[in-house]
């Protein structure tokens, strides 16, 4: 967060203070302490594994603590999430689907620490709202294209939870003509069709030898015309489902970050036309779509915010 606008969360009695910011990710996780100015610093990052997925978390929090005085941890998790019961079921990792008791899991580690929790797209949406393209806005939609996709709402000046924190969760919006399989059970999500590991392993159905979003962009932006066809198919699911949630939130500003958000024009020409033929109605036909322009780290400098216990969340 390289702005000036600190979070203010030193102590107040001048005494020592460890707070940790923690994204649980698809693949990823990424934890780092954060200073009295808001800013997440060396920041630790490890692949989920496909067992003891806890142990390696755990193991994380550890190191980047080292000993340190933890006083509160902010959690920005992939959802599906319950707020209430501090429980994760992200989805993309199968030993926690099921569900996952990840507050009291931390507060096991750092029993003196408040631990905040909340879901990814809500922790995007808070840094957003603090340093980004939503600062100054009291609505909009904030979204990360990555593994897979997420979303915040910011509502009247305020990051909506909503009933289970699951609010924004906009990967699993369904949208039309893609009648893909998703892992959550249902047919046509957008995290199904639109995200790096969905563009990805669509790409590889059409003949394509790669592995990852990142190559698909690579090879794409190589003139690899299943590359290409990809990110077209991917823009248009994100373009068509960014105009129907701008309908139905009333918002006129949409922020997309993460790592396949970054693979550029051959995925944003596509998205910005749907976008576009989406929103004919007169109150989002001046919809503005940005790209982020926060660092990789946004759900972390969000979890920071979180674990300030800052009045922005509702």
């Known amino acids: 967060m390289d702005d000036n606008r600190s979070l203010q969360i030193g102590s107040s009695g001048g005494g020592a203070v460890a ?4 994204d649980i990710g698809a693949t990823k996780f990424a934890a780092g302490l954060v200073d009295e100015a808001g800013r997440v610093g060396a920041v630790h990052r490890v692949p989920v594994p496909d067992h003891d997925v806890w142990e390696v978390c755990g193991g994380l929090l550890r190191e980047v603590a080292a000993g340190a005085p933890v006083t509160a941890v902010g959690i920005g998790s992939a959802g599906p999430v319950d707020v209430p019961a501090g429980i994760t079921r992200a989805l993309n990792i199968p030993q926690w689907r099921d569900g996952f008791a990840i507050v009291a899991a931390v507060g096991s580690l750092f029993p003196h620490a408040t631990v905040r929790f909340a879901l990814d797209g809500a922790c995007l949406a808070l840094a957003e709202h603090h340093s980004g393209a939503l600062r100054g806005l009291r609505n909009g939609l904030a979204m990360t294209v990555s593994s897979g996709i ?55 159905t059409q003949g394509w030898t790669g592995d990852t979003g990142a190559e698909l962009a690579s090879d794409a932006r190589a003139g690899d015309a299943i590359a290409v066809a990809a990110l077209e198919r991917a823009g248009t699911a994100l373009g068509t489902a960014i105009g129907s949630a701008a309908a139905l939130l009333d918002v006129d500003t949409v922020v997309v970050g993460g790592g396949f958000a970054a693979s550029g024009e051959l995925l944003w020409a596509p998205l910005r036309a749907a976008a576009a033929r989406h929103s004919g109605l007169g109150f989002i036909r001046e919809l503005r779509v940005e790209r982020s322009g926060l660092a990789e780290g946004a759900t972390l400098c969000g979890a920071a915010i979180l674990a300030a216990g800052l009045p922005a969340v509702s």
Request: charged share 10%.
């Open 19 to 22: 707070i940790l910011a923690l």
């Open 150 to 204: 997420g979303g915040g709402i910011l509502v009247d000046g305020r990051v909506s939870m909503g009933r289970t924190g699951n609010a924004g969760h906009i990967g699993h919006l369904v949208v039309p003509g893609w009648d893909v399989p998703c892992a959550c059970g249902g047919f046509g999500c957008l995290e199904a069709v639109a995200s790096g590991m969905s563009s990805a392993r669509w790409a590889r």
